[in-house]
């Protein structure tokens, strides 16, 4: 009886040990954004998986995204939060495939050819509920 308790538990941790392979790891953390903080360096430090929640306020530079990552918009009170590129290059650039971009007004990109306010060179992105505008280059290249 013994040994075959033993072959029980040894099945049950395989079991467990192959579940957990195949699911992948949990959802990564979720990451808040306020006013005041550097929207890139929050991006350069989150991790694969993890959800950025921007909340309402305008963020003024351009967005680098070479990492799977959820860009949440909320808005706070004020309106959907602001990426405004300054007239320069692209105001978001995702090179990460799988990338989620929802919920923010996205404007003010430069007009030298290939610059947009949202420019992506990966696949498989969702881009949803954003407001874009004023760019000089296009919309979404």
């Known amino acids: ?33 306020s006013p005041g903080d550097l929207l890139q360096d ?36 004020a309106g959907k939060p602001v990426i405004d590129a300054g007239g320069v290059g692209s105001a978001i650039n995702l090179s990460a495939d799988g990338v989620t971009i929802e919920g923010f ?10 610059d947009a306010g949202i420019r992506s060179t990966s696949t498989n992105n969702v881009i949803r509920d954003n407001v874009i505008r004023s760019n000089g280059g296009s919309g979404i290249r």
């Not at 538990?9 to 079991?15: A, C, D, L, Q, V």
């Not at 467990?16 to 195949?22: G, M, T």
């Not at 350069?44 to 860009?71: F, M, P, R, W």
């Open 1 to 33: 009886m013994s040994a075959f308790y033993g072959d029980i538990h040894e099945y049950i941790f395989f079991g467990v040990l192959v579940a957990a392979l195949l699911l992948g790891p949990a959802q990564g953390a979720t990451i808040n954004v």
């Open 42 to 77: 929050v991006v350069d430090a989150a991790a694969h998986g993890d959800i950025i929640e921007v909340q309402s306020g305008t963020y003024c530079k351009n967005v680098v995204v070479n990492k799977t990552i959820t860009l949440r918009g909320l808005d706070t009170g």
């Open 105 to 114: 007004d996205i404007r003010n990109s430069g007009d030298e050819p290939g």
